[in-house]
């Protein structure tokens, strides 16, 4: 019997709030190509059939899904039943590399410190769905998500030749091409940086692609269902410098701090070279009384990138001069700190 023959779908089950049932259904429609292609079989609630115990069907299918979706909301937050009960066990399938958790942001609510904060949400920079000018296109970034999650957990489930004829997709995570490992002039990086400022590190990540530089950014490289926090902790050790993006969003972020004392350990580990590389969108580091950053002000020349939106296409030739600087003090040179 051929593989093709033995191949068995995936399961794939729904956690959610029954006010956002609409949601569930729509999001249900983007994900129909997967399920014409045998690639998923989908469960939810409403599935259970009447007079059976509710519970152990939950139960059941929790127990033997593949991929456990979330449905975040206001509504499944205070829900004790899916917070408290479908939500933990997902999670503890999850930890234990039995399943797949994908947290999908539907509507807004304040779910950071949540125990699944540290995954991988989505649709792109969790941005909820209910707040996308067009939902469908929404959908679509959250159904590309999940299939490229099911294909990086079983490379199997992909289509056959003859559906990728019909049916095309495309990954949120770029396949790697031989130009990002072409060696470049420049150091390679992580990008850190506040969520409220992804249009500036969108726009820098590709200018910094587009010269070979290798750049660690997260919504490019974080896997869906990843350990967010625990990656980017890695790549920080990995790349020769942390491209911090600094503005009064990153000031107040607390992640972005955690970032940038991980850079400053390395920097305190032999052979003590300099790993922080500050730039900056406006004054607010300039004026803030966080400590960190009052630091990095006292101490770091910064790269002046406040009129990058008019100046768009100068961005690599600003990193490049930014990084000039840089290399200059870790040459041992006495520089004022100045801007561009």
Not at 51 to 61: E, N, R
Not at 181 to 187: G, L
Request: hydrophobic share 40%.
């Amino acid at each position: 019997m051929s593989e093709q023959e033995t191949f068995q779908p995936i399961e794939l089950f729904y956690s959610y709030a029954h006010r956002d049932e609409r949601l569930r259904k729509r999001l249900e429609t983007h994900l129909s190509a997967l399920r014409q292609q045998g690639v998923i079989t989908e469960w939810h609630d409403r599935k259970i059939v009447a007079g059976t115990d509710w519970k152990q069907s939950i139960d059941a299918h929790l127990t033997t899904a593949a991929v456990i979706l979330l449905l975040i909301s206001p509504d499944f937050l205070a829900s004790d039943y899916c917070y408290g009960v479908e939500m933990q066990r997902a999670l503890a399938r999850h930890s234990a590399g039995e399943a797949s958790v994908i947290p999908v942001i539907l509507r807004p609510v304040d779910w950071q410190g949540t125990p699944f904060a540290h995954l991988q949400c989505v649709p792109t920079a969790a941005k909820p769905v209910t707040t996308w000018t067009n939902r469908d296109k929404a959908f679509r970034d959250v159904a590309t998500a999940i299939r490229t999650a099911i294909e990086q957990m079983h490379p199997r489930h992909s289509p056959s030749p003859a559906a990728q004829q019909t049916i095309s997709f495309q990954s949120p995570l770029p396949v790697p091409t031989q130009s990002q490992t072409i060696p470049s002039d420049y150091h390679s990086c992580v990008l850190s940086y506040a969520t409220e400022d992804q249009a500036f590190a969108e726009k820098l990540h590709a200018d910094l692609q587009s010269k070979s530089v290798s750049c660690w950014f997260a919504p490019h490289d974080l896997r869906i269902g990843d350990k967010m926090r625990a990656q980017i902790y890695e790549a920080i050790q990995g790349k020769d410098k942390l491209l911090l993006i600094l503005s009064e969003h990153a000031v107040k972020s607390d992640w972005v701090e955690r970032e940038v004392e991980l850079a400053f350990e390395r920097e305190r580990q032999p052979p003590e070279t300099l790993v922080l590389f500050p730039i900056r969108l406006d004054d607010a580091v300039m004026h803030t009384h966080t400590a960190w950053a009052g630091d990095i002000r006292r101490i770091r020349f910064m790269g002046d990138f406040l009129q990058w939106q008019d100046e768009q296409c100068r961005l690599t030739h600003k990193f490049a001069k930014t990084g000039r600087y840089a290399s200059e003090e870790e040459n041992g040179e006495d520089m004022e700190l100045r801007q561009l």
